[in-house]
């Protein structure tokens, strides 16, 4: 079955959402495909003790703030899954769903867009994918050989499934800290990160992290000296349930092994620990592979953009893959302005 629309957006999570509310009020006429079976992107697979680390009013989508939790300044996943599907439904968004987008081809004046349940044909398209369904996990050539359980923040839920196990988490971002304190209290936790832990200071949360990474793209953009953005405050939040683990002594890194072996792990200078589970909290890669028929990426694996827009391939727009496709475009308060800024570029071109 083929469709038309002037715009296909690729994706129904927060990015999609957003990018659909701009496309909305410019008037024109799109679709949203999402490849979840329900509303909240990436969100619906989170733990389950995972929390914002703004306050509501500040993790929201454009035209609707998020309305408080109650009794809670950060507000936890399902809260923002249920916001995120009112979002959709407040207005009206054409979401699509479960669609899986399998390629974007070039054809003629138009983008074809592939999907496992028939073609859209389209004047431009917004990819706004993410990176959750693309975990990374590190080049360590001994994976093999752990006898234990391997898996990934993405398969994490919550710390009974492990209760009284030896458990190694891996990784030294917001993701590995929040899991690490989490299993702290009734596993046997072994944390290790590549470098030293750098927690920002406890008063700092997605407001001030928003705003040094606005500072930093105006900065880039004037030609200014760079701020160093996000980066420079630290790499973890301090989060309330972070704080607490922390100042009980029970979230204490250790550097990174060298090797696996069928027990558990080693250092450099012989050291071992067993462990039953790891626990690889890594981050990830931006999701892309729908955009291989276009032959965009770069020696890096990279699309290169100017703004939101792939600078060799005008009709297509990225959104909500991190800084590089706008300040802080990865998260709910954050993927707003560069979702206007593709929105009216969109109706430009269309003009």
Known sequence: MSHQTQVVVIGGGQAGL????HLRRLGLDFIILDAQTTPGGAWQHAWDSLRLFSPAAYSSLPGRLMPPQSGETYPDVQHV???LADYEKRYELPVERPVRVLGVHRDGQLLRVETDSGTW??????SATGSWWRPFLPAISSHAAFGGRQLHTVEYRSPADF????VIVVGGG???AQIASDLAYDTRLTWVTQRPTRFLADDIDGRALFDAATARRRALDEGRTDTGGVASLGDIVAVPPVREARDCGLLKATPMFTRLL?????????TRAGADTIIWCTGFRPALSHLAPLQLRGARGRITTAGTR???EPRLHMLGYGDWTGPASATLIGVGRPARDAAREIAALLR
């Open 174 to 176: 917001n993701s590995g």
């Open 121 to 126: 044909h389209a004047r431009a398209a917004i």
């Open 310 to 312: 792939a600078l060799d």
């Open 163 to 166: 209760a009284g196990q030896r």
């Open 81 to 83: 899954v249920e916001y």
């Open 262 to 270: 069928p027990e558990g792990v080693e250092w450099a200078d012989g």
């Open 18 to 21: 957003a990018a659909g509310y």
